[in-house]
């Protein structure tokens, strides 16, 4: 069966059943929940838990490991400490596991903090099914590995190769 949003495979975004996926949403906003616990229905995701509190979607990430965590980023929810949590809490389950930051906050210096905390994919609010799923595709096609620094774990923040600094500090893949 297809899972891809009509029209998208012709478009460019692969065909994946993530059917299987266990997917965690922390979002603050009942109708943006309902919202998307609808479109995961449509790609047939049965395993779905969703919280609008960061320590409760904590507790339900420790109960149960997710394959992939979307976390609202708002003035009442901050979605990046979650993230923070996510990636350092020694109680974490799975500090890799991919989180895609949601959030109508899309300026450059929010992006940039959202990265800098560890995340995996970004999605600016308003979503709709297909920006979901390329976000969830962008996350299985572009498996970037973790890097740890004295600041930074996270995914490793650099999407270009080559290019950029080219002094004697540079990092090398």
Known sequence: MNMVPAGDQARGLPSY???GLNILILEKQRLMRNLMKQVFREFNVSNLSMSANPHEAFELLCQVPPDIILSD???DLDGVE???QVRNDPLTPNPFVPVIVV???SELHHVVKARDA?????LRKPVSAR???SRICAVIDANRPFVRTGHF???DRRRK???GHQGPDRRVP
Do not use: H, N, V
């Open 73 to 75: 980023w708002t003035y």
């Open 82 to 84: 979650f993230l923070k």
């Open 17 to 19: 059943d993530i059917s």
């Open 103 to 105: 959030t109508a906050q």
């Open 118 to 122: 560890g995340m995996t994919e970004f």
């Open 161 to 163: 190769r080559g290019g």
């Open 131 to 133: 920006t979901i799923y």
């Open 153 to 155: 774990f996270g995914p």
